[in-house]
């Protein structure tokens, strides 16, 4: 049974609140991971005008898909076909894809609209659904967030493609967190990881030469230790 719109607002309103308590506590949250000063994450109020019915239309064939990454990489997706929707009136599309092993049939939307940069992460939202066996969907975007890369550099995480920028402005979901400057793209987040990388190798002390030593056999072999770096993607 469609819940009413009150019942609507109200899972809205408390997946709000459990998703800070989440953020603010938990050990698998990126501010407690990261020690990052935490506050309330900053939504637009519920608006039931971007609650739209959208139907898939499926490739053929799934294609393999990579999108950019904060780092500047690429993360490997499935390309499944195209979400389409009506809103103000114009025929949109957005590209849908699924991560891989791991997910079952839960796929995701990356994308950008006319807040991003202003009111909302510049770089990119993301929406979540599970597939139907019909392909037609209640697509909400009150529930657009942000990826993590959003509130930590710690995080990499994929970027919508040009295909997935929409021309209207989504009043709905999830605002910018940050109270600094806001990227204004998605290439405006690569350039602005790039400088703080360089800034943090310019600051590290040179290390000092070894002293060497006349007594060491030119045979001795030295042994180094790699340290290897996860990368973790949001969510």
């Known amino acids: 049974m469609t819940p009413s719109e009150s019942e609507w607002r109200r899972a809205i309103e408390e997946e709000r609140a459990h998703k800070d308590e989440f953020m603010a506590r938990h050990t698998e949250s990126p501010f407690v991971a990261e020690r990052v000063p935490f506050h309330p994450l900053n939504y637009f109020p519920v608006d039931p005008k971007y609650r739209i019915a959208a139907r898939l239309e499926r490739r053929t064939t799934p294609e393999?898909?990579?999108?950019?990454?904060?780092?500047?990489?690429?993360?490997?997706?499935?390309?499944?076909?195209?979400?389409?929707?009506?809103l103000e009136g114009k025929r949109h599309h957005l590209r849908v894809y699924h991560a891989g092993e791991g997910v079952g049939t839960s796929v995701f939307v990356p994308f950008r609209d006319a807040t991003s940069g202003r009111e909302c992460y510049g770089p990119g939202r993301y929406l979540v659904f599970t597939l139907t066996e019909d392909d037609h969907y209640d697509l909400d975007f009150n529930g657009a967030f942000n990826p993590y890369c959003a509130y930590t550099d710690a995080y990499e995480c994929g970027f919508p493609p040009v295909e997935n920028d929409l021309s209207v402005a989504i009043r709905a979901g999830e605002k910018a967190w940050a109270e600094g400057p806001n990227p204004s793209s998605p290439s405006g987040a690569i350039l602005e990881n790039t400088r703080k990388q360089l800034a943090a190798r310019a600051r590290r002390p040179t290390p000092a030469p070894a002293p060497r030593s006349a007594s060491r056999p030119a045979s001795t072999r030295t042994t180094r230790a790699k340290a290897a770096t996860r990368r973790r993607a949001g969510p």
């Open 64 to 86: 393999e898909a990579f999108l950019r990454t904060n780092r500047d990489g690429s993360a490997v997706m499935r390309y499944l076909g195209d979400l389409v929707f009506t």
